[in-house]
């Protein structure tokens, strides 16, 4: 009885063997494999790192769907306004949302528009520069927000497109940027630049001057840049912003 079993055993074993060896080779097969973005790929996700330069003002590490709803309001902004699409009486909160659900992922809610340079705000003076009508779905201008400039927190931001790749769906891109001096009200053509955000605001480490800035400055000082990690899905086909991380 026993040589009988051990004999099964025996003619089953090579069986189970190959059985085991069939297995693992289906988990190699379905393994995610990265690989190299197309031109097309690079060029757009490229242009919506330069859409979303407001983003670099933060400063820091970000996760799109963990802004807070004024932030996103705000970057939505920007982007439109960089596009020449904002005109006062005329911008609508489903222009802002489209953005905010196309670029980042986030499910915006309407609200007035806080101006972000406001420092010291005087009595019956507003610190909302646009305020939301609930019935027409328009922002409007806040006639008795403060006067003030421009100035204080805004940089000419350039990007280099450094590396990318694909790997099961998330799609990522590194660059490395210059930051012209933060801007005041009125500026001269040509800028100085800096190698952070950081570094502008302060008005340290300086790298260069000049009025028309091209890809020989990144050349000449990428070792000196830090790098700047997006990751992106892709959502109805947009590029949707998942991570934006300082290296």
């Known amino acids: 009885m026993k040589r009988k079993i051990m004999l099964v055993v025996l003619l089953f074993l090579p069986l189970l063997l190959v059985g085991c060896g069939k297995?693992?080779?289906?988990?190699?097969?379905?393994?995610?494999?990265?690989?190299?973005?197309?031109?097309?790929?690079?060029?757009?996700?490229?242009?919506?790192?330069?859409?979303?330069?407001?983003?670099?003002y933060y400063n820091k590490n970000i996760v799109p769907v963990k802004l807070n709803n004024q932030e996103v309001l705000r970057?939505?902004?920007?982007?439109?306004?960089?596009?020449g699409k904002v005109v006062y009486g005329e911008l609508t909160f489903s222009e802002l949302e489209e953005i905010a659900r196309n670029y980042l992922g986030f499910s915006l809610e309407p609200e007035n528009l806080i101006c972000d340079?406001?420092?010291?705000?005087?009595?019956?003076?507003?610190?909302?520069i646009l305020i939301y009508d609930v019935n027409t779905g328009i922002y409007n201008y806040n006639n008795k927000h403060l006067g003030h400039g421009a100035g204080g927190l805004e940089s000419v931001v350039y990007n280099s497109y450094s590396s990318g790749y694909e790997l099961d769906g998330t799609y990522t891109v590194v660059v490395k940027?210059?930051?012209?001096?933060?801007?005041?009200?009125?500026?001269?053509?040509?800028?100085?630049?800096?190698p952070s955000y950081s570094d502008a605001q302060n008005g340290t480490n300086k790298l260069f001057s000049s009025s028309n800035v091209d890809d020989s400055y990144f050349i000449q000082y990428g070792d000196k840049l830090k790098e700047y990690t997006y990751t992106f899905k892709l959502v109805d086909n947009h590029y949707v912003l998942t991570s934006y991380t300082i290296n």
């Open 75 to 83: 970057i939505s902004y920007e982007v439109l306004e960089g596009k």
């Open 177 to 194: 940027k210059l930051f012209s001096e933060i801007l005041g009200d009125i500026y001269e053509e040509s800028l100085n630049y800096y």
């Open 117 to 128: 340079t406001h420092f010291v705000l005087e009595s019956g003076q507003g610190a909302d």
């Open 23 to 56: 297995e693992k080779e289906i988990v190699e097969e379905i393994k995610p494999v990265k690989r190299d973005l197309t031109t097309e790929e690079i060029n757009g996700m490229m242009s919506i790192i330069n859409d979303l330069e407001y983003m670099d």
